[in-house]
């Protein structure tokens, strides 16, 4: 992986702010771990099973017929780990050093190997690649544009691009979110919540504000540990689309799932929810009425 000098801005002082987000992006990848009482889709496989299962194995059998995989954003290397058991030789990316030695213990024995890059910047060697894989990784990245770009330069002609990433939910559907987790019984007890009160911002603001404040040297808007977080959230859908020939694209898992782990009800009342509701939000949202959470998109780079 060559890695090019950070993008610049021109302005100093912009130039090191952008560093110390990245610099603090970089950190709490590296340092995340489950929290027990703010429970993620992905912390109990029975939920997530129900919540993005069959979009995780479509994933898988899209991508495992390739011979050669780049995984962007790999994190500890599961995906990466699963689709080298099935014969693929991946190379994962991600800008966390200790994720990527992480990755590298849990990959011990397989054929993927990983290599610490920032998407922002990083170049791959030219038509090395049949496919390209982001599993919910490019919301978090500024320069989406250049990751795109390099994406495409590393896959073959005609080879495809599979993106399965958080598009998160539209300014209305997030109030409602934050009024029924204040309200309702969470695994976080009130007065925890109570002192949430103040990433309400973050929470709330669009692609458009977050890039604006990074944009600024500003801070508002700005998850305090993870400035980065859906900073391309939005676009992701049209700039795949103009970047590559989309071959398949749709969206899965409502936005109220998220709460479903957080709530303070038996395991067996929650995987009950979901269950209940699942068929109905499959229905609601293949006719259009509503969105998922998540996009899976595959797209195909054109032969010349
Ligand atoms: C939500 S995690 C997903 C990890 C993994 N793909 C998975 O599905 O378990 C997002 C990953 O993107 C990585 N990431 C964030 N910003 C990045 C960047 N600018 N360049 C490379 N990786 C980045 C993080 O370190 C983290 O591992």
Not at 49 to 73: I, K, M, P, T
Not at 188 to 203: D, E, I, N, V
Not at 236 to 252: D, L, N, S
Request: glycine content about 8%; some cysteine; hydrophobic content about 40%.
């Amino acid at each position: 992986v060559a890695q090019p000098p950070p993008m610049s801005s021109g302005d100093p002082s912009l130039e090191d702010h952008y560093q110390e987000l990245l610099a603090r992006e970089t950190r709490h990848w590296g340092d995340e771990r489950p929290d027990p009482q703010y429970p993620q889709l992905w912390d109990d496989p029975r939920v997530f099973e129900l919540a993005v299962g069959d979009a995780y194995r479509h994933l898988l059998d899209r991508v495992a017929g390739h011979a050669r995989v780049l995984e962007l954003g790999c994190g500890d290397g599961d995906l990466a780990v699963e689709l080298a058991a099935r014969g693929a030789r991946v190379t994962g990316v991600d800008i966390s050093p200790e994720r990527i030695l992480r990755a590298r213990v849990h990959a011990a024995g397989s054929s993927a190997s990983f290599e610490i890059a920032d998407l922002n910047t990083a170049e791959f060697a030219p038509e090395s690649f049949e496919c390209v894989v982001a599993h919910s990784a490019l919301h978090h990245v500024y320069n989406l544009d250049h990751a795109l770009a390099a994406a495409r330069r590393a896959l073959v002609p005609g080879g495809t691009i599979v993106v399965n990433d958080f598009i998160g939910a539209g300014w209305f559907e997030k109030v409602a979110y934050a009024l029924g987790y204040a309200v309702l019984p969470t695994l976080q007890p009130y007065r925890t919540k109570w002192s949430l009160r103040r990433r309400l911002g973050p929470f709330l603001a669009s692609e458009r504000q977050k890039r604006l404040a990074v944009d600024r040297g500003g801070s508002d808007g700005l998850h305090a540990h993870s400035p980065f977080e859906g900073i391309s959230q939005y676009s992701i859908v049209e700039k795949v689309a103009a970047c590559f020939e989309v071959t398949e694209r749709f969206t899965y898992c409502p936005y109220w799932y998220h709460m479903v782990p957080k709530l303070r009800v038996s395991p067996a009342f929650r995987h009950a929810l979901l269950a209940g509701f699942r068929g109905m939000d499959a229905r609601l949202n293949r006719g259009g009425i509503t969105r998922g959470s998540y996009v899976f998109i595959e797209a195909r780079k054109p032969s010349p």
